[in-house]
């Protein structure tokens, strides 16, 4: 007899197909998001091998790293972009595979699209060659990023060869403050278990704060739990998760959404379930955060100073410190809203959703961007971006002095058009801030939507809550 | 996948924590639809000068280790990104063999994939290993798999490293793991038939 069980448990031990005797699990696959990067080698090896897609209805692909944020009715200038386009949409038509194409108003970001169009679900478990495919947990599914070579294998048997992680269980208690959201919260997780503090782990975000985020905050925090080393977060699926998928083209509809609505209730982790791990956070103690290095464990508060490598003790990390600086183009002690930026990017699989959106809107509304920053809106989907035209969001980001452009990766990791330049400094709402992620030489610091928007306006960094 | 026994190489040491996947291959070389000649590209940052001549200073473009086969580097090598292209650029440029005190999930399971051996050895071994690497005349080190050992240059006691025995049967095989699991594929349709009973809204996707 098992005792309490925790919301991971419940859905890995639903999921095992055949345990070796060394532990490895043949994990069964519920859902596979595809997308142009990384899938190309796996549909050449199924070629090669004369396989098929064992469930093509179980997998949705969404070309999004490469396809330029500007117009696209003439198709991508960048040849390697396109050919990696093409070659995806031919991979799609041959293996019976759903796509949005660029031109698809469903296209997105391949995190944005999943729960936009209710592909993703709870208990499932989803992977996809990304690894911020941990956003999904945020509907209590099981879902995390894989290599090229297991994208094959999923594709080829709907399994993957796993060990059993271990689990991590992160409450945020009490109340945040105002001009505090769900980016600063992660933000602070990462500062306080570091980059690597969730290897080997799932984590589940829990308490207060958590259970009071929205469906989007919840996904921001559980995206970035890769940065904390974690291969997969996960919320446990509530009544707003089942709001949020009601209706969505491809979630559960009639008898069929009852009866699954029925079996996600019980998949919370049960009173009294054990963790191999702790943390707990006071949600009063986060201020809105800026990272100033290279790592997106490298966090201190918008009234912080960047810190000195002299006061670090460990040689590798003071190393490591130095670099970064350097890199970044920082003094130790510096105020954080004396570092001028030239360009803000809001986007990313992190923060492109219709509430990050909304929350800069209401910031920049009847204010200006500072003069000489290049400021960038890029829409997580072409539903968001349709979305937020309804609301009149566009409207207000473009008076501001926004690009209003369209969906896609874009300058999250510069793999299109839209990249900084040496030596620019950038406020973004993405998810890493690791060396030349942005463009060669670029310099980047990792925010939240209200802080990426208090940036644009005074042009450097600047505490939000001076604009509430 | 080349099997992997018993590697012998110069090892090249890499004193930096927190090594991410996008500086072991920028996202600009992830534009390929192959596995092969993302060598060029390994730590590219790091390796060429603005110029794109070579940065004299960088560790494997000096002698003996731009001939390197095994790299000994920090914690937490192969953070951030899924992408695949990290552990090809490695296996592209020759390294096969790499060591250090953690590694990120997603990158460790990717090498071996790929035949390249990931060891993961107690921080202070790490560090004497690497300064071996740096200072031997003749830093050459043999990961001999089979026997789970590491033959230092200079005589040092071997080292000896974990595996986990799955991994380590498919990298001295040089199993194809699709082809292992295609033999279980009566589990695969029992599992998925139940689940189908189960479960069945998630096997009618209404697009």
New interface residues.
Partial sequence: MSGPKTLFAKIWDDHVIEEQEDGTCLLYIDRHLVHEVTSPQAFEGLRQSGRKVRRPDATLAVPDHNVPTTDRSRGIADETSRIQVETLERNCAEFGIQLFDPLDIRQGIVHVIGPEQGFTLPGTTIVCGDSHTSTHGAFGALAFGIGTSEVEHVLATQTLLQKRPKTMRIAVEGELPPGVGAKDVILAIIGRIGTAGGTGHVIEYAGEVVRGLSMEGRMTICNMSIEAGARAGLVAPDDKTFAYLAGRPMAPKGALWEQAVAFWRTLPSDAGARYDKEVVLDASEIEPLVTWGTSPQDVVPVTGRVPDPAEESDPQRRAAMERALSYMGLEPGTPITEIRIDTVFIGSCTNARIEDLRTVARIVEGRRVAPGIRALVVPGSGLVKHQAEEEGIDRILRDAGFEWREPGCSMCLAMNPDKLAPGERCASTSNRNFEGRQGKGGRTHLVSPAMAAAAAIEGRFADVRKFL | MEPFSKLEGIAAPL????V?T??II???W??????SGLGVGLFE?LRYREDGSEAPDFILNREPWRRARILIT???FG??????HA?WALLDYGIRCVIAP?F???FF??CF??GILPIVLPRETVDALMAEAETAPDPVFTVDLEGQVILRPGGNAPVHFEV???KRHCLLEGLD???L??Q??G??DS??EK?RRE?????????
């Fill in positions: 004193p930096m924590v927190n991410d996008d500086k920028p996202a600009h992830l534009k390929t639809i192959e596995r940052s920090g914690e937490n953070c951030g990104s899924s992408r695949e552990p953690s990120a999930d997603i399971n990717n994939k790929n986990d025995p799955f793991d699709v082809g699991t295609l279980k594929v589990k695969i599992y998925e689940s479960k069945p809204w998630l096997f009618r996707l209404a697009a």
